[in-house]
């Protein structure tokens, strides 16, 4: 029988990307939060609940989801804001295949070419109001009141979860979390209630995740509850006022800023120095954004990945690993279009929904370099039992492995102990590498082709509003 023209229409797309949003506090035994919108998407739809991102920042996690690559093989690093090499953005893909693209993101995400212009570009990027509750909230459930052209793909990007966090009023009860960010995390729940009420999901695929994750700076166990996050409040204010220093004060406002993070620092150790604490407890409360130590435990690279709509209602809880780098090709099997013609390494992940084996996932990960500061940054793999990193420049240095089946907190080290696990860990990121340059992040053949030094000020400027820089 011949297909209908409605047969043929695509589904429309809502991908909603959460910053820093841990897939430990939307399930599991650390779930404090209050969701029931996200609980009826597990139930009625799919949930990945170790779904792996490909760095522990924005940008390398871009790099990764947009392009369906290790961030390495796409030209865009952190510490060299770079152009596309041998790369085309999945959302520019699907431009070319019909889809009309609209968004709201952070202004500094127009200066990257991942990014493709959208139907409402004089609206989509914003220097504030990164959040469901201000500008970033309003212009999605404006755009879903009204009559996009279909089909059309919506991106959204808030950084509601991104330190510092400032919870939006009626949510301070601890029915909502023990902390901001489980009660932030309640709170971007209810605003996803009003989004549900607008999408028609017969029609519309919904797609949330988080770019990576984050340390949270406080603990709530037994008779111990310490909260170290910052008065988020103070923190804006400090940073709107160091965002208006002359570029000639530079060095010192990076003296003051160490400063104050080495007094915050010994406080907290000071607090904690007798008490009986996981290693995985220190390391959350102890986080600095000043920290020189950059490594990929899953406190910042493990996040939620969930999927609703049409060819995606099953109600299935996938604990299976899957990357960041496989939910296009994913995307592409589920509307019924052909994977774009390049190499590319994320596969679809649409097998699994079919309740189909798959073989292990292998996810590669890099943290991101600060800026101003020069961190200890390390690569490595995840697989669903093992979990191995390194120094990125020297593989003898800095060598952390972990038995994710007996420790899924990551709190003992046993590299020294399993030598033979590490050289086949090690054997394992050197064939993903093979070819390529880290270093210049493309192929060894090829030359890097930077931003131009307005567009980077442009980005690093955002960034450092974000606290990344």
Known sequence: MASSNSDLIKPNILFLIFD????????????????????????????????????????????????????????????????LIDTTSYLEFLKNHGYKLYGCMSKSDSLLEIIPEFENN???????????????????????????????????????????????????DEKFGSNNYEKQVSAIDHWLGKVLEKVDLKKTLVVITGDHGSYIQSLNKESLNFDFQDMADLQIKIGKISNKFPKFLEPLKLNLFLARENISRKRKEKKIKDLDLKPHEIRGLLHQRSNLERFLFDEKVRV?????????????????????IDVFPT??????????????????????????????????????????????????IRTDKYKYFRNRYDSSKNVHLYDLENDPYEDNN????????????????????????????????????????????????????????
């Open 20 to 83: 820093s949003f841990r897939a430990d506090k939307v399930s599991g035994p650390d779930k404090n939060s209050l969701t029931p919108n996200f609980d009826y998407i597990k139930k009625n739809g799919v949930f990945f609940d170790h779904a792996i991102s490909s760095s522990d920042a924005s940008i390398l996690s871009y790099a990764g989801l947009f392009s369906g690559k290790h961030p390495f093989k796409t030209g865009m690093r952190s510490s060299k804001l770079t152009k």
């Open 122 to 172: 004089e609206e989509s990027f914003l220097d504030y109001g990164m959040s469901v509750f201000t500008d970033a909230g309003r212009i999605t459930l404006d755009k879903l009141n009204s009559k996009m052209r279909e089909p059309w793909l919506f991106l959204m990007h808030t950084a509601d979860l991104h330190f510092p966090i400032t919870n939006p009023k009626g949510f301070e």
């Open 331 to 380: 995307i592409c099997e589920i509307i019924g279009i052909p994977d774009k013609d390049e190499k590319i390494d994320g596969v679809s992940l649409y097998p699994l929904l079919e309740n189909k084996k798959m073989g292990t996932l292998i996810a590669y990960m890099e943290s991101s370099p600060a800026i101003l500061i020069r961190p200890t940054i390390v690569i490595g």
């Open 304 to 324: 939620p990945l969930f999927m609703i709509g049409p060819k995606v209602d099953q109600g299935m809880t996938i604990s299976q690993q899957v990357r960041l």
């Open 414 to 469: 046993i590299a020294d102990k399993d030598k033979k696990v590490v050289e086949a860990m090690e054997d394992i990121l050197k064939s993903i590498i093979n070819g390529f340059s880290l270093e210049k992040g493309c192929r060894l053949e090829h030359v890097d082709e930077n931003l131009g030094t307005k567009e980077t000020n442009m980005v690093e400027k955002q960034l450092k509003k974000m606290g990344y820089i």
